[in-house]
């Protein structure tokens, strides 16, 4: 909940990791190699964690880049780190630019500053931490930029100690974990992608070291609609806490008494719910915030992004962060007499959980209705009552109650990826094309769509672009249901209009097809240009449905329509019908993606589906003169 990711711009993240990371630089930079490893290694990066028998901490980073391209110039060129000042300290012990002659530069004093963080849109309040930046002077093509810095940690955070190390399978690179801390302090440790750990004792005190090496790789290597690197990635975690629960347990601590139920939120719970009970009186709660309750984040201090405000002030200042949202919720479902409980969770697109428990595994909260069996996630003022979109589905989450237990949400399906259009395509005598349609979706889908579409002023212009992508062109109107009101399913209905669209006097064309809004991205986008996958791929679970009736006018019929197309394999199918009746052409068009992610050795499946779907997408049409 202290920082945001790309996707959660309208969400929110569960806390800010500051145990290990130095911001842009950390997992960029590395230690001091030999000569030799300069010629085949960009980046390497030593951490050394000396723990106390509290999990305070000192931290000694070394760190060396060698910037062998010009677009990595200004990434090099700086260094910053951001922490909160009430309990860490960051010391910047050296650091130098040895430029591709030899000649050694140094940041002058005053290219190393300190300021009040800059604070992201949606968290303005969060004025406790510092950014440190360091300025390297004389970067180039060619260049070793390196610097060895200490940050010492004076109280741990509530979830303890949660160091974190990584390397990207994109660049060449080496990472060296050292950990030092008393035998006897708990502590569990866990990795992947090729991290070599050793574990030993002397004397009393426990000695980790884990390292890893990534050799032979590009950042070419990267492939279209990769499955997030952190599932793959050379990876190694250590960890304070005993389990997910034990996280659970904590959040649980810190915020069992924000939900208090004050006369007023009882009265506005009962204002709200009227003669509701049940589901209806939860989904009711559940409207009232996402109308009502504006994301924003304001943190007083790192501890901060685990507390939630108390009910009341969430209520009375009309915004909050994820932890607010699922509070005030939590307090209006109690004076109603319904349960519920924090859901702690990982919005984004990973799907695999961390190697091991860790803070670092969730960042966002969503609430639990236990007598029900109900995810719902209020920070989204454009989901629907217990609907979770993919980046939700089918993720591990730590129910943070009285009893902190381990679940998973509901999997996304195919039948809850479900997107349908059904419409008319009429063709005249001058070629022109007319079209209409409606497109309706599943509960899931919506979010985005919602948010999409909110200015009905922009929808024209939404649907003019998708008529860029068809043969034919033209331009169009689109209307929705209310993108605000989440008790009526979203609903979109079009109209397009396609001046010689078609060419009559021709004796053959390609079948306009309804503007698509359906959400996900063109299929093309998923081929590989080689046909061999070498990394796992993350996939849209999706039923994606058309059906629409072209109709020609009496001067021209129809001579022959396309094939059927029928494909169908362990990732997905496609197929397509067409039936010809006299003028008419009823078509039926059905896509279906079934994984969320996809190893390499199954890519030639989807492949298969890909393929017959974009050739059915350019089906010829021969028309001729009515008999």
């Not at 605000?484 to 209009?497: C, Q």
Request: aromatic fraction near 8%; include cysteine.
């Amino acid at each position: 909940m202290n920082s945001d990711t790309s996707k959660m711009s309208r969400g929110a993240l569960l806390h800010r990791a500051t145990e290990i990371l130095l911001l842009s630089s950390v997992c960029l930079l590395a230690i001091d190699l030999p000569a030799r490893a300069a010629e085949t290694v960009e980046q390497s990066e030593s951490l050394h964690y000396e723990v106390a028998p509290d999990y305070s901490y000192k931290l000694t980073v070394v760190a060396d880049r060698f910037v062998d391209k010009q677009a990595d110039v200004n990434d090099a060129s700086h260094i910053s780190y951001t922490y909160d000042p009430d309990r860490t300290s960051f010391h910047l012990v050296e650091g130098w630019v040895d430029g591709p002659d030899g000649t050694r530069h140094e940041p002058a004093p005053d290219a190393i500053f300190t300021r009040p963080s800059a604070a992201s849109r949606d968290a303005p309040g969060f004025v406790s931490s510092v950014t440190t930046t360091v300025v390297m002077p004389g970067v180039v093509k060619g260049s070793h930029v390196h610097y060895k810095a200490e940050e010492t940690v004076r109280k741990p955070a509530l979830m303890g100690f949660n160091p974190m190390a990584w390397l990207s399978p994109f660049v060449t690179a080496d990472e060296h974990v050292v950990i030092d801390s008393p035998a006897d302090l708990p502590l569990s440790i866990g990795s992947q992608g090729g991290f070599v750990v050793s574990d030993t004792t002397t004397n009393g005190m426990r000695h980790i070291v884990a390292d890893a090496s990534v050799r032979n790789v590009s950042t070419r290597d990267r492939e279209p609609h990769m499955a997030p690197t952190e599932e793959f990635e050379p990876v190694f975690l250590a960890t304070s806490l005993k389990s997910y629960e034990e996280a659970g347990a904590i959040y649980h601590r810190v915020n069992e008494d924000k939900a208090t139920v004050t006369p007023g939120i009882e009265a506005l719970a009962k204002q709200i719910v009227g003669d509701r009970e049940g589901l209806d009186a939860s989904r009711a709660i559940y409207d009232w915030i996402a109308k009502n309750i504006r994301y924003l984040a304001v943190y007083r201090n790192d501890d901060a992004g685990e507390e939630s405000h108390d009910a009341s002030t969430v209520l009375k200042n009309g915004y909050g962060d994820c932890k607010d949202h699922v509070t005030l919720m939590q307090a209006l479902l109690a004076a109603v007499g319904i349960r519920s409980e924090p859901a702690l969770i990982d919005w984004s697109n990973r799907d695999k959980p961390l190697p091991i428990w860790s803070s670092r595994e969730t960042n966002h909260a969503i609430v639990y209705l236990p007598d029900f069996d109900v995810f719902a996630n209020p920070t989204s003022p454009f989901t629907p009552f217990g609907a979770l979109d993919q980046n939700l589905s089918g993720k591990l989450a730590i129910l943070a109650g009285e009893a902190p237990q381990v679940r998973n949400t509901p999997a996304l399906t195919p039948e809850a990826g479900r997107f349908t259009t059904n419409g008319t395509i009429r063709i005249a005598a001058d070629g022109t094309v007319d079209g209409t349609a409606m497109a309706t979706m599943a509960p899931n889908l919506e979010e985005d769509l919602r948010f999409r579409l909110q200015d009905p002023d922009r929808n024209n212009a939404q649907i003019d672009r998708a008529l860029r992508d068809t043969p034919e062109g033209g331009f169009g109107s689109l209307r929705t249901s209310d993108t605000y009101d989440l008790d009526r399913s979203l609903k979109l209905s079009m109209n397009w209009h396609s001046p010689h669209g078609i060419d009559p006097t021709a004796n053959a064309f390609v079948l306009p097809t309804p503007p698509s809004f359906a959400p996900m991205e063109d299929l093309r986008s998923y081929l590989d240009r080689d046909s061999q996958r070498k990394t796992p791929m993350a996939l849209p679970v999706r039923d994606i449905v058309s059906t629409f009736t072209v109709t020609l006018p009496p001067e021209l019929k129809i001579a022959s329509a396309p094939k059927d197309v029928a494909i169908d394999t362990p990732i997905g199918s496609y197929t397509a019908t067409y039936a010809l009746n006299e003028d008419k052409l009823v078509v039926h068009r059905r896509l279906v993606l079934r994984p969320k992610r996809i190893e390499p050795s199954a890519y030639p499946d989807l492949e298969r589906v890909i393929y017959a779907a974009q050739g059915d997408q350019t089906a010829i049409v021969t028309i001729g003169k009515p008999s």
